[in-house]
């Protein structure tokens, strides 16, 4: 009884202390894992910020909610599906970024963490190296 009430307290003191934020504090562009050089990008090992949330091969998400977390985090959460096939039915994902600096961050979910660091577009493959990030909202 004890420890439950204690996972309370402490959940009810995570919540206070969440702070809803307008961006995750990195660079925008094309991310990748950092055991992967930028020269060997694939769907699996990239993604795009556009300085509201991730693009990821695959997903489509909308309605991204940021919030400040009290360690200094990010948590996004936003509503996804799966494109391939027929697709999949909205289901809410929650994403937490710790941001070491404005080129790198980890990406934590219920599937496990990655980290990443910023890629020039110049140094990625094709179709990445030569895709008008504009129309992503990429300036």
Sequence with gaps: MRNMAMLAVATILSAATAARADSVPVER???????TPCQQASNATITLFNGIS??????EC???AIQKLADGSFQITEHCRDTQGRGGPWTALT?????PSRTEFMRMTPYGKASFRYCKQSDL?????TTDLGSYGVK
């Design 29 to 35: 562009g094309y991310y990748v894992r950092s055991d």
């Design 54 to 59: 991730f693009g990821n091969a695959h997903l």
């Design 62 to 64: 909308r309605k991204p």
């Design 95 to 99: 994403t937490t970024y710790a941001v």
């Design 125 to 129: 493959p094709e179709p990445w190296s």
